[in-house]
Every structure is written in C-alpha cells, then in structure tokens.
C-alpha cells in the first residue's frame, strides 16, 4: 500500500527534527518561534510551508545566493525527505513559496537580528579590545536589487542625461565588532540615503564598554554628544574643513579644542547656544609601504590625555575601522556573490533578503569565533570563504553531534 503524502502538520512538527547545523546553533528553533510570536507573523494553520521553516529559508538563501529559492528549500528539507521519503515531503510550488514569504514580511528576521546581534569576542579574543574597550566600527554600503517597478518607486535609481541608469539601490547601514567582525545590526533605506541618519537608530546597540571608530561622514556635534553619552570612548575621523582651534598644543603633536552646535540645532532648541565639549586631535599622514605619503588624516577622541594613551598609538588603533570596509567585502563579495543582484522584486521581501543576508554572515562569524577559542588564535586569521564552505558542507549534521563545527575551519 503507498505511503500517503506527509500532512502540512507533520511538517511543522518535525521542525525540531530539521537540522541546519551551525544555523540552528545560532538561530535555534525556539528562538524563530518566539520572533514568530512576538511580530505576529506565526502561521495560524497547518501548512505545507510553516513560517519557522521559511525563516530558515531566507538565511539559507543567503549561504546559498547562487542557487533558486526551490532548490535551496530542497536542500533545506533534505534530511527529512531522507527519513520519510520523497512522497511525503513535497516540494511546495513557487507560487506557494512566494506567497509564504510574502506573508512572513520582513518582521521577524529584522526582530531575530536584533537580538541574536551581540558581540561574541572576550577579552583573549586578539584585536577584539584595546586595553578595557571593546573596539566596533559604524559604516555603511550599497546594494544592487532587481530592477523592478516597486524596487524603483521605493529605492529610486540613479538619472543621466540620457533618463534612468543602472540598477535600483539599497544602502545598508551597520556596526561591527572589530575583533571578530560579527554584525551588530543593520538599517536599509533608498539609496541616495545620508548614511550617518541611516545608521543613527543603531547608537541604542552602543555599550559602555566600546570604543566607537567612524569615518569623516558621520561627525554633527549632535551625533557625538548622543554617542559619547552611552559609549565607553569615541575615536572618529573628521573634515579638514571643521575649524578646530587649539585650547592646549600636547608634546606628541596633539592638542585640545572645543567643538560647538551649529546655528541650526541651536534653533531647532536641539542644543544650548554657548554648548561646547571638548575634543582632542590628532592630525598624521599616513606613510605607505613604498614610502609615498597617504591624504592627511584628522581624528578626534575623548580620550583626552596623552599620559594616558599617546596620538600615535591612537592613529595606529584607527586603522582597526577597516575592518567593517572588510566584513562588507566578505559579505556582498563572497556570501553573496561578485556582481550578484538581490533576487527579491518586491521592496519588503528585499528587507526581507538584507536582514537574511546579515544573520546569515552572523552565522558564519560566530562560528568562526568559536573556531578561533579552540586554536587559540584571531578569528581574523581564519579563511572567511573556507569557513562558508565547511558550515554549507555540514548543514545535514546537528551541531551537537560527536564532530563539531569549530574542529573544521
């Protein structure tokens, strides 16, 4: 007698059953049912396609950019097809696969990131702190998404002379721990998007641990006092155009100066007219391998005294902001793809595929952190597209099976 086909609620029950790995080690089961819960997006029948299995879809997507959402959803019910046959786990359609993801929104991934981001280095993690600080890094980038006529109404596209050019954008704003390069959160807007406004609703993820690196972009006088109000200590770098006038010229060719609100956040009643606080500088220019000298560099901190911390080690240590410029590579380069646009052509699924993307890269840094405590090296030391490889190798094996992740990076 044939096997009857599995029911939508045997599939939602073997979830449990389902092993993704290093993803569920990150990402563990009853974690998605709680974003399911508290977004509301909770599949309120019995479906082929449940909502726990569709979030994890949208991060395998991400591992697996260069492969159809079907065949990544194969992958992702392989090991129950294994046990129960082919017959009993069919694959949906590609209509009822849209329409699932479409019904989760974008809701529960951003909610997911947003608890699941944290920093994962310790203090023996190497380049994670600097002395009592952990060091993470602001920036933001830009991606490609399907040249649609919602993604353009949404996004917008660059014009010419000659009308529309290129693809619609996405610019994505996020923070770093610098020593591991793990997420600790994103915000997506149009493209033409200011990037420090962008990034502004992720100073609430700042700790009084860190120390915060930027580039000249993101400096307002508004900005910096927000930021030094809840962040251990601040080292960004800044126009040569802000007039920063010497209180105190220092031995190591550093100084202090005040910085004040501009006449427009003392209207807007955002800041006091005689407001100052007080900055320390410290200007260099970079010298190359080759002996050529690089554009002059100006940074300001609140770390003021040099007793403590001199302008040379400080301009050393601004080099570690390279690493957010580095974890983006790694993430549109090669987990995404090199000149790979987004697949999604509506506007929320495309959040939708962002917030995938980064908890997908979370997963993958995190593991190679972990990688990292049982070397006893830098997580920045280990191979990035290897470590991609082994955890997409391994997705059929629970992580608490008798070989771990970690002994394969």
Sequence with gaps: MPRKPMTAAHVGGLMQELSLGAIMKVLPLRRVEQALKETGTASKRHRLLPAEMVVYLIVMLALYSEVSVKENLRILLEPL??????????????????????????????????????????????????????????????????????????????????????????????????????????????????????????????????????????????????????????????????????????????????????????????????ETMTVRVIEYEPVFEDGRHGERVRLITTLLDPKDVSAQELAKLYTERWEVETGFDELKTHLRGRKRVLRSPLPDIVKQEIYGFFLAYYVVRATMADAAKCEGCSPRRLSFVHAVRVIKRRLSFPPSGQESFENHL
Aim: some cysteine; glycine content about 8%.
């Design 81 to 274: 097809r294994r046990k129960f046959g082919l017959e009993r786990t069919k694959v949906p359609a590609d209509s009822a696969i849209t329409k699932a993801r479409k019904r989760l929104g974008m809701g529960p991934l951003a909610w997911l990131l947003d608890r699941v981001a944290t920093p994962v280095g310790t203090a023996r993690t190497e380049g994670c702190f600097w002395r009592s600080y952990r060091v993470v890094a602001a920036d933001a980038t830009t991606v490609d998404v399907q040249n649609t006529e919602e993604n353009r109404s949404q996004f917008g596209i660059h014009e010419n002379q000659h009308g529309q050019v290129g693809y619609p954008q996405v610019k994505i704003a996020s923070m770093v721990e610098c020593g591991t390069r793990v997420p600790l959160g994103c915000a997506c807007g149009k493209g033409t998007s200011h990037k420090p406004t962008l990034w502004d609703p992720l100073r609430e993820r700042l700790q009084k641990d860190m120390l915060l690196l930027t580039d000249r972009a993101y400096f307002s006088f508004e900005r910096w006092r927000e930021c030094s109000q809840v962040c251990g200590a601040l080292l960004w770098r800044v126009r040569s155009t802000l007039i920063l006038k010497p209180t105190k010229v220092f031995e190591d060719g550093s100084f202090l100066a005040q910085i004040r609100p501009s006449n427009k956040l003392v209207r807007k009643a955002l800041a006091k007219p005689k």
